[in-house]
Each structure stands twice: as C-alpha cells, then as structure tokens.
C-alpha cells in the first residue's frame, strides 16, 4: 500500500499531461496538442501529442511563439489565425491556421508554461471545439502541477539532503555516490516539468606530471584547491562533486542556454585565478531528447575536445 512518502509528484504531472492531451487529440478537431514550458526565454515542448508541427523536446524563442501573443490578450482560441488580426502576421500564420491555447500557473502563481493545440486547417468556427472543456483542461493542469510540486517539496529536500550527505573523504565535496543521487531526482524534474538542467565535466590539467615530480601530496593540495575554487564559485543551482581522480562534474539548474557559457566560464575562470589549469566541456538537457546521462556524454566529450585544443595550443 502507498503511502503519503511514496507519491511522486512529477510522475503524477505527467501521466495526467499526457492524457489529457491525448484527450484532446482524439475529442477535438485540432491535431496537435502540448503542455508547454517556458523557461529562459524560450518554449519547450514537454508533453506532446503531435501530428504534423509539434514534437517532445522541440524548442521555440518564447518572443516568437503564438502563445506569448494568447498570455499578452489575443484570443485563447482561433479558428482562423490568417482572419485574426492578433496573430494573422506570425510568420507561422500561414500554415498553422488553428491554435487553442491557454495557461498553466505554478503553486506559486507564476507562469509554468501553456496547455496549447494548433493545426494546419482553419475550424469551422469557434463553435467547432468546447472552448469550456479546453479551459478546465488547463485549470486541471495548473491544479495537478500545484500538488506536485507541493508533494515533491519535502520528498526531495530530504532526498537531496541524503545526496549531500554522500562526500568525498579529500575534498568534502559530494561524491560519486551522492552525484548520482542527484541526478535521479534532476531526471525526474527535466521528464516531468521541463526544468533547465545542464551537465559540467571538469578535468584538471597535468595532475599525473605533478604527482611524478612533487609528489602525491602535492597532487592532493592540487585536487583540494580545484575543489574549494569550484565550491567558491558554485550559486545556490549548482551542485559540484568530485566524480573521481582529477575530474569533477556540475549539475546546474535553471541556468537558460543562452546563458551557459558565461555560466560554465566562471568555474574555469576560478581556477586560473589559483593557478589551476583544467579543461571543461558542457551540455544542456532537453525534455524527451537528450537525458542527463546523454548531457554528460556530450559534456565529456566536449571537456576532451577541449583539452586535445589546449595541448595543440
């Protein structure tokens, strides 16, 4: 039997967004429908139900999309969007003629993202789809995502508390244990919710040739520097471990893409400002698409792209 401990209120969000919007696919004239996220400035499709425009993982520019135009006061619902003269100019106007769409607010009252629906024919009025339903849908919608993330709130605190616990014995640092911890309860807010998460991969440079020369006391102090540079460095959504040897790893949330680059350079930064000397490669998540596990894969490789540049350099 379940108990209060047991719910997993990401897994709850998105059974319950995935059927509604394969709800929505079979019961209206609309084809294509999905629960949104907006978050860094762009539009991510989390939960879909496509036919022809719309895909898990798919990314919009939010300044560019006809749901910001539906938040701004255009109409929720448009038969026609070429006869409707808040979205006739969109570029996109011309061939997705239909569009339904209306919000989703967190627990919080923010704006999570939309409940959206759009098609290549205009309908045959406003009549032709239950504008009510579609809105109670998105209330629904709003409603679950309050409760689960209310739910997860003190599940994951916990959960977290647990991965941090896991350190590693030279740098105090979380370990390869507890960085794993991390990532499953990560995984479960990128499936569900669309959170922004990307993966850092850090390796320290010339750690074997400082250990032969000085010795490995001194390739200690190395790695226990790097580690409380990286520490320094990290804001309240960052979490750094130790993943093994001279090579460290960072799980950033809510960081937008746009803004990854400069975020990621200042934990190199950090380092030459100690005199450390390390290569780092990096790569976001996206819902559906690429995991965590697949963003470390291509942070890794990217951190061995870089340091193959900094010996030929």
Known sequence: MSTRDDVIGADLFSASAQRIVDYLNA??????????????GEQVHVHVHPEAFLSVGQREPWPETFCIRMLG???RVVPDS????DYADHPAAGHV??????????????????????????LQGIEAVDVELIELMGSLLSSQLAMSRTADRERRAGEIAVALAHTDALTGLTNRRGWDLLVSDAQQRVTAYGDPVAVAVIDLDGLKKVNDVHGHAAGDDLIRGAAAALAATATESDRVARYGGDEFVVLSNNVPAARLDAHFAAFQHSLEQVGISASIGYAPTNPGVVSIADAFTLADAAMYEAKQERRIA
């Open 73 to 75: 006061g255009a109409a």
């Open 82 to 85: 070429l006869a409707d003269p």
């Open 27 to 40: 019961h209206t004239p609309i084809p294509d429908w999905s629960v949104s996220r907006i978050a860094g």
């Open 97 to 122: 003629r239909a569009y339904a769409g209306f919000p989703i607010v967190d627990d919080l009252g923010n704006t999570f993202g939309t409940l959206c629906g759009v098609g290549p024919d205009p």
